[in-house]
């Protein structure tokens, strides 16, 4: 492993010196060879597939563990999306005159060596293998076993195809059993950052014992909350696509907040929608007493009483949980105490009751009047993602290219010298020069 990760590590510092004629090829280059091997690709995702049924995986896990012809058509969009962006290595972020021909820049450069564990999605493995490679990074990943196959025939394709097209040898490198994690994560020497992608308790657990910095994309408890002023039509067509558009991802609404007085004339038909989705509803008591009400009257909508206090579920299924709220503000506390700081939406008319919400709700990513399946590294025109994250350190949200980047001072005089401003011979000027657009070789 040690010798893995140090040959890696030498191709994140030669990867610091290719530029992004030779990034965006590569990138052209991997898009080619995927096509060209599109059948090796499938055979191999048929064999996890076929397996994975055999071990009974729920029909949430098979989806995502699907690698067809749709899945590769748009990991394909993916790439060339990420092509025609902007290179985010050496943009001049800040410049400033400190004094007569003494000039500070700060640029954006790549991280180095990042460590990607992800869950079963093959896809997510070309999106970050690109996304590496548009930012001039090194990347080390570790997919599901469940998706073993799958991954060897992608990162065999992706990494000779980026090396044939002039990216250094060892660029990208997959890993395969569960112990290689946590013996990567004691060679912080050479791994700059790891991105784990899965549940809070294996984020957690990766966050504890990693001696290497961990930007953490966890679980997504994700919530909708229907104010009392909501058009009926418009929250209908909010929860519904925030919930059953696509229900295994992370941004998939799970819980609905109803507030009490749109709740007394329609909550009944938007739980009356949702279950002839396929929704089962697990509902607070207020809500069950409603629908038994509904029931006496005939118009019974099939539920299950939630009985816990446990509001952090992420269900990744067509199942949702249902509370009445009395006030905007018990929906925010309610959002701020269980959520997961993933996304969250408010539908509603009131301005003010939308800006309190978007600015009141600490997540990282708000919304008034739109479905949480708008959290997507691809809707948000960055190219493509490695995940979301939901910490608030480096990155927030979707994190695409700039996620993927870090910045570094650059310093230009002409023999200047501190003693000189220490005795006061000289002074500073401090002058913020204009950006523009410039990269760092415009100054």
Not at 225 to 235: G, I, L, Q, R
Not at 375 to 392: H, M, N, P, Q
Request: with cysteine.
């Amino acid at each position: 492993m040690q010798e893995r990760l140090k040959r890696a590590a030498q191709a994140a510092f030669s990867l610091l010196s290719v530029g992004s004629e030779v990034r965006n090829a590569a990138l052209d280059h991997i898009a080619r060879r995927l096509d060209a091997h599109r059948e090796k690709i499938f055979e191999a995702n048929r064999i996890d597939m076929e397996k994975a049924r055999a071990e009974g995986f729920a029909a949430p896990f098979l989806k995502r563990l699907l690698f067809d012809e749709k899945k590769l058509n748009d990991v394909l969009a993916g790439i060339r999306d990420i092509l025609a962006m902007p290179d985010p290595v050496g943009k001049v972020l800040e410049a400033r005159l400190l004094d007569e021909g003494l000039v500070l820049r700060r640029i954006s450069c790549p991280i180095g060596l990042i460590a990607m564990i992800f869950e079963s999605r093959p896809d997510a493995l070309v999106q970050m293998a690109s996304l590496a490679v548009k930012s001039g990074n090194a990347i080390v990943l570790k997919g599901g076993s469940e998706a073993r196959e799958s991954n060897q025939a992608l990162a065999s394709v992706i990494a000779r195809a980026g090396e044939d097209a002039g990216l250094p040898q060892h660029w990208l490198t997959l890993l395969e059993t569960r112990e290689e994690i946590g013996e990567l994560l004691t060679f912080d020497q050479y791994v700059d950052l790891v991105i784990p992608r899965g549940s809070k308790e294996f984020v957690a657990k990766i966050k504890a014992t990693s001696r290497i910095p961990v930007l953490g994309h966890s679980d997504g408890v994700c919530h909708v909350y229907v104010h009392e002023d909501a058009d009926p039509s418009m929250a209908e067509g909010v929860v519904l696509d925030s919930k059953t558009q696509y229900p295994a991802t992370c941004n998939a609404a799970e819980v609905l907040l109803v507030h009490e007085r749109y709740a007394e004339k329609g909550l009944l038909p938007l739980l009356r929608a949702l279950s002839r989705a396929g929704v089962v509803l697990d509902v607070c008591g207020r809500t069950a007493a409603m629908l038994e009400e509904a029931h006496a009257r005939a118009e019974a909508v099939p539920y299950f009483l939630k009985s816990d206090e446990d509001w952090s579920v992420e269900y990744l299924d067509l199942r949702m949980a249902v509370k009445i709220v009395g006030s905007l503000d018990e929906a925010i506390a309610h959002i701020n105490r269980y959520g997961s700081g993933h996304t969250d939406s408010i539908v509603c008319t009131s301005p003010e009751a939308a800006k309190r919400f978007l600015h009141e709700v600490d997540s990282s990513s708000v919304y008034h009047n739109a479905s949480t399946r708008f959290a997507d590294g691809y809707r948000y025109g960055l190219g493509a993602e490695v995940g979301i994250s939901t910490g608030k350190l480096h990155a927030r949200g979707p994190m695409g290219l700039e996620g993927l980047t870090t910045y570094k001072w650059l310093l230009e005089g002409q023999g200047h010298i501190v003693g000189d401003y220490a005795s006061g011979k000289r002074h500073f000027l401090h002058r913020d020069l204009p950006l523009g657009g410039k990269t760092a070789g415009d100054y």
